[in-house]
């Protein structure tokens, strides 16, 4: 069973910065597909971005695009979100995710990952 804890949330100025981390523990999941999620009040969860095992694919949803950056450190088994430029509508619960069977056709999809975290707040005020 992995567990996932997320970690950088917080109070930020629109136009600022965050970084997420969600570091994996009790399983490696450096075979595993990750992916960030969220969600804000009254709203259904989102799709944010998501990893391939190896690092060397990426997929984001459009309007982060050239803001948001998913990486991550197999060593360290944890994941990341470089979050630049924040609006006010960023604002939300961010979740991390893992995907053992590593599929990626269906990245976006919530119901490919197994594993979640509990969520960390993001709040941008303007």
């Known amino acids: 069973q992995v567990q996932l804890v997320e970690s950088g949330g917080g109070l930020v100025q629109a136009g600022g910065s965050l970084r997420l981390s969600c570091a994996a523990s009790r399983h490696t999941v450096s075979s595993y597909a990750m992916g960030w999620f969220r969600q804000a009040p009254g709203k259904e969860r989102e799709f944010v971005a998501a990893?391939?095992?190896?690092?060397?694919?990426?997929y984001y949803l459009d309007s982060v695009k050239g803001r948001f950056t998913i990486s991550r450190d197999n060593a360290k088994n944890t994941v990341y979100l470089q979050m630049n430029s924040l609006k006010p509508e960023d604002t939300a619960v961010y979740y991390c995710?893992?995907?053992?069977?590593?599929?990626?056709?269906?990245?976006?999809?919530?119901?490919?990952?197994?594993?979640w975290g509990q969520g960390t707040q993001v709040t941008v005020s303007s």
């Open positions: 990893i391939t095992w190896s690092g060397g694919n990426t």
């Open positions: 995710a893992a995907n053992p069977s590593g599929s990626w056709s269906r990245a976006f999809l919530s119901d490919e990952y197994k594993y």
